[in-house]
């Protein structure tokens, strides 16, 4: 089993920044792909980020040259680096990995963009 927290949510104003972290109770070198998905109110969960153990990285066009996803397999910790963000990427963020054919999410952590 896998244990998967995030942090590093809050409250900014459009075109600010805002890193969030994944931490994992496992060596994230077995947990693979992490990604990072997120789901705003009465829309669905889609996917913003993903990394592979080997560093191959996957984005959803909406964040392509604004997000930056990495890992630190030494911190067993996933990071989204969110830059200029927009009003549109306000919305409940998760962390996602994939660990022995199960599929494991943490809790969440709100990001709010408004002025």
């Known amino acids: 089993q896998v244990q998967l927290v995030e942090s590093g949510g809050g409250l900014v104003q459009p075109g600010e920044s805002l890193r969030l972290s994944c931490a994992s109770s496992?060596?994230?070198?077995?947990?693979?792909?992490m990604g990072w998905y997120r789901q705003a109110p009465g829309s669905q969960r889609e996917l913003v980020a993903d990394?592979?153990?080997?560093?191959?990285?996957n984005y959803a066009d909406s964040v392509k040259g604004r997000f930056t996803i990495s890992r630190d397999n030494a911190k067993n910790t996933v990071y989204l680096q969110m830059n200029s963000l927009k009003p549109e990427d306000t919305a409940d963020y998760y962390c996602?990995?994939?660990?022995?054919?199960?599929?494991?999410w943490g809790q969440g952590t709100q990001v709010t963009v408004s002025s």
């Open positions: 496992r060596s994230i070198f077995n947990v693979n792909p």
């Open positions: 996602n990995g994939r660990y022995r054919f199960s599929t494991y």
């Open positions: 990394i592979t153990n080997d560093g191959r990285t």
